[in-house]
């Protein structure tokens, strides 16, 4: 089975630059020059060899073919189309071949595979009478074949000879030329010998035939003047209507065989072959190009589409702006100013919780609410996150030592030559401490509807891991991803003909930022609160913002908009380890779109596979199925920044046995009779890692962890009795604050 990744990696390898690769659902394989596309078919049952020789021959025109239409067209003129790409082949092969020659035994077998194959149609031959350009083709290409059973006469050699030492394309025309000048002379000698007659047995019935004949060709020449006028005619129809012509091809159709790229090298026929005398054919060739196209798969369509490298950050709501829309909206002015609205807006914004009475008194309950919350988190977990750190500190600092180089100098110490008498240390050291890397944290939160009932506890954790990452001085940043926002705006992503466009509205709102003061931060984490309390056992307990209320999933659109600002993240801060991490319970819609420059944003075609073409790194994405759109996403955010992905997927039905069972058997954690002890396992550890392409690591946790309350400590307890109270309550807090514990976890593993 043929990989076609591992493929297109040997065609980029072969042409030494980063041509682009596509698969189309064309016959023949073909290279335009000038764009520096090689377009090759999706080929069926093809050997692994075969693909080698097809596409190390296109990379040899890529190569060695020079990027001149005119000067092909004058060539092809001057000799014949056959004859040109027959020489070109055997060239471009011969000086493939030398310059890789590892490629010289997969031409063999794969030439060896055409013979046994019968693509040349040698079977259907007379293999003692055939034309001067059959017998050059298999000369270069398969002469094991034509050993003993071809003959080439002095001339015929000599031919052989001059191509053998042709290198550069110049020197190619000469003997071309040549090749079409012998075939022909040796064509007008035979007609000469055929048209010499007998005398003797020449009769009036003969004279009578003769004259049938002339008025037969008095006929046909009128004939075909008739035709000519027609011609004529016909092609001052034709260029009246190259509109229509174009018009009955849509924008977004792949290339196929007919409409060809016009720079294609492959096959040069700038003129009809078929109007060709058959000595200026090689049927070889013919047979080969058309046995070829039969391996291709026709029904194997593919769509590519390039990513979008151009962001609107008007889309992109920093964290000064952030509680701009809470605060104007929990504000007596901003309730004064929705008062004889006529829309509708006010009534869902406010009327069913607020009214003129107790506005203010409801909101100073709100953010008192929210600040007790605050208050609260940071008294659970000061202790805790405070250990975490020291814990982290001490994991760091023994990395470091381990990886401390010791080395002797060779230069005496005079502090230790007292102990000469007893100990052979006594060189100077060199002490060599290795530099920890730094890490950062870039956090993305699912603001859909369906979080609603995990918002709350979510949020506390994500206020933890900001803290923590304060108190060990990571960066870090928190931003939303919704669609909520964006109603009305501009596209967040400035989109050119052929970009994949997904999830075009997609707003992400920067909550929480390492970046803010700590006047900034404490503010934030009240109202960031705000938001957390108004979801309260998953019901809307008080109305919130619509700039900050849930909508759908954008996860693709995010994850595009991702790359911008982890870049950004990196390039500020500095940091040489990035962890994305990100926080969803559920995947985002994958709807797979095209940007048309003359009809907008259109959907994909259902018959067609998308692959995602990255310009920037010259790597290919295909999508396999509708469902795995953002795993690709996720691999080329990957390749370029070179960050880690983290995905923490909150499920609501965590624990129960039917989901918990579907979890263990689709993601191949081991026989059934294991399934207990696993179950066990996830549920007392409050997670288990789940095989997911895309994600370094991910995680499925509770949306609400059950924690147990664990009895405090008290002065006549037991040590043991204290230890075992300790211990619980460590495993209780990783257990409750699973996001926290496993970032610590994962940031000192790769320090």
């Known amino acids: 089975m043929v990989k076609i990744e591992s493929k297109e990696k040997l065609a980029k390898l072969l042409a030494m630059e980063d041509i682009d690769i596509q698969h189309q659902q064309v016959k023949t394989a073909m290279f335009d020059v000038k764009n520096r596309v090689l377009v090759l078919p999706v080929w069926k049952d093809m050997p692994n060899h075969l693909y080698d020789l097809l596409v190390g021959h296109e990379v040899g025109h890529a190569l060695f073919t020079p990027n001149s239409e005119e000067q092909l067209k004058a060539l092809v003129k001057k000799s014949s189309m056959h004859c040109v790409n027959v020489v070109e082949d055997a060239r471009i092969e011969t000086l493939m071949k030398r310059k890789y020659p590892g490629l010289v035994k997969q031409f063999f077998k794969g030439y060896d595979y055409l013979i046994e194959e019968d693509f040349f149609g040698l079977s259907q031959m007379d293999m003692t009478n055939i034309n001067l350009l059959d017998k050059i083709n298999l000369h270069f290409k398969v002469p094991r074949a034509i050993a003993g059973i071809v003959e080439f006469n002095d001339i015929e050699q000599s031919f052989i000879d001059r191509i053998d030492k042709i290198r550069k394309f110049e020197e190619l025309e000469k003997v071309c030329v040549d090749i079409c000048d012998y075939i022909k002379e040796n064509r007008e000698e035979e007609d000469d010998e055929n048209s ?8 009036m019935a003969d004279e009578e035939n003769q004259m049938g004949d002339f008025s037969d060709e008095e006929s046909d020449e ?4 008739e035709k000519e006028a027609e011609s004529e005619s016909g092609e001052d129809e034709s260029e009246d209507g190259d509109s229509e012509e174009d018009d009955g091809t849509e924008e977004g159709e792949e290339n196929s065989e007919d409409n060809a790229a016009p720079n294609s090298t492959s096959n040069p026929d700038y003129e009809d072959s078929d109007n060709e005398p058959e000595d200026l054919k090689s049927q070889t060739y013919e047979n080969v190009e058309n046995n070829v196209k039969d391996l291709a798969n026709v029904n194997e369509n593919f769509e590519y589409l390039t990513i979008s490298e151009s962001i609107n950050y008007d889309n992109i709501i920093d964290h000064k702006d952030a509680y701009k829309a809470l605060n104007e909206y ?24 607020f009214d003129d009475v107790n506005f203010e008194s409801r909101v100073g309950e709100i953010f008192n609410k929210a600040k007790a919350t605050v208050a609260k988190i940071k008294k659970d977990s000061t202790k805790n996150v405070a250990h975490m750190a020291m814990e982290f500190e001490r994991k760091k600092c023994a990395d470091i030592y381990k990886r401390t180089l010791v080395t002797k100098t060779g230069v005496l110490d005079t502090n230790k030559m007292f102990s000469a008498k007893y100990n052979e240390d006594v060189f100077r050291k060199n002490v060599r401490m290795p530099e920890g890397k730094n890490h950062g944290l870039v956090m993305f939160v699912d603001w859909s509807g369906s979080m609603a009932p995990n918002m709350e506890g979510c949020i506390k954790q994500l206020i933890e891991l900001t803290l923590f990452c304060k108190k060990v001085n990571i960066p870090f940043e928190v931003y939303s991803f919704t669609d909520v926002y964006n109603e009305g705006k501009k596209r967040t992503f400035n989109y050119k003909h052929g970009d994949l466009a997904v999830d075009s509205k997609v707003t992400l709102k920067n909550y929480l930022s390492s970046r803010m003061s700590v006047k900034e931060f404490n503010q934030a984490l009240i109202n960031i609160c705000v938001i957390a309390n108004s979801f309260h056992r998953g019901y809307q307990q008080y109305p919130i913002p619509v700039e900050d209320s849930l909508g759908y999933t954008p996860l693709s659109g995010a994850i595009l908009a991702s790359e911008h600002l982890i870049k950004d993240f990196q390039k500020k801060n500095n940091v040489q380890e990035v962890h994305s991490v990100w926080i969803t319970d559920g995947e985002g819609n994958d709807m797979q779109q095209k940007y048309d420059m003359n009809k907008g944003i259109i959907s994909t075609s259902y018959d067609k596979k998308v692959v995602i073409q990255d310009k920037k790194m010259k790597k290919n994405y295909k999508v396999d199925g509708r469902r795995l759109l953002s795993t690709e996403l996720f691999k080329l955010v990957k390749d370029r920044l070179g960050c880690n992905v983290i995905g923490f997927f909150l499920d609501g039905q965590y624990g129960k046995k039917y989901p918990m069972s579907n979890y263990y058997y689709r993601g191949g954690f081991g026989l059934r009779n294991d399934f207990t002890a696993w179950n066990q396992k996830a549920k007392k550890d409050g997670y288990f890692i789940k095989t997911q392409e895309g994600y370094d690591e991910y995680y499925v946790i509770g949306n609400a962890p059950q924690v147990k309350k664990v009895g405090e400590i008290e002065e006549k307890m037991t040590t043991r009795k204290m230890a075992t109270i300790f211990s619980a309550k460590s495993t209780e807090f990783r257990k409750s604050r699973v996001i926290l514990s496993r970032f610590i976890d994962l940031i000192t593993k790769k320090l």
């Open 196 to 203: 010499i007659f007998d005398e003797d047995s020449y009769t």
């Open 330 to 353: 929990y504000s007596i002015e901003g309730w004064n100013e929705s008062k004889g609205k006529v829309d509708a807006s006010r009534t869902n914004r406010y009327d069913w919780y």
């Open 222 to 225: 009128e004939e075909e003047e």
